[in-house]
């Protein structure tokens, strides 16, 4: 049968910058209205896009627009429906998924 | 044969926030017993578990009690042990696995 | 046939110390030449290696030495090929990658 294992999860990782407006509005989606077990946010200390131009931060991370990237799991149904929702303001060539399990 | 291939990793991340008391007990763990090859500890800016409470950051990292992950990898074998002693102390939905490969 | 669905991603994640030396050449590899589309650099608060020597961090982050990781993703042929060129210079036991998927 094709049903999930419960221990089966879908792990997300969406990749942005702390200016992007788009942040905001995925971190209220996320909050708010996604329903998620939990969420984490991660700042990078460098990085670069498309653009080739360098984000980077020094001793006390007083640059600004580093890369975030925001970080979830749930069951592959939900994250399956959550992701159509994200698609909808978040380019989808910044959000990677992958098949995860929990330990129990 | 179902012997893993020798570049064939389980790589883990378990999702904390940095007062609960077990974080401390795992990396003890982790760090004395474990004979793990390396562990890597993870401070997130934001975030928000089951409560819905968020847990955030501003500028110069004052706050407090944010999401920690901890995250190693090791053969499947190792990890499959060294799970069975963390799941004694960590709630089985605060860690996910995968497998993933050596770059051999 | 074996050519790999269109979104199907390599994700990366090299495991460095901010002190080593391969670091920055890493990352003047991957920005000057690897043509990937991003690249994302993670410091970490704590870690340790083979050695079992701790590198950690307090308030402030101004430890040295700690755990950084590097992480990309692009498609699966390119990947391949960047993996052998990081080989040359970073240790292969520090390099993990498994397959993921975009949102698309």
């Known amino acids: 049968m094709s049903t999930p294992s419960p221990t089966e ?6 990749y942005l910058t702390e200016t ?4 905001a509005h ?7 209205d ?3 077990r939990g969420v984490t946010v991660l700042r990078g200390i460098s990085g670069f896009g498309k653009s080739g131009k360098l984000h980077t931060t020094h001793l006390l991370d007083l640059s600004f627009d580093l890369p975030v990237i925001v970080e979830f799991f749930d069951t592959p149904d939900k ?3 959550i992701l159509t929702q994200i698609n909808q303001f978040v380019a989808p060539d910044h959000i990677v998924h992958w098949t995860a399990y929990l330990s129990e």
């Open 9 to 14: 999860v879908t792990l997300v990782r969406i």
């Open 20 to 23: 992007e407006k788009n942040l």
């Open 26 to 32: 995925l971190l209220k989606y996320l909050h708010e």
């Open 34 to 36: 996604s329903q998620l």
């Open 79 to 81: 994250i399956s429906y």
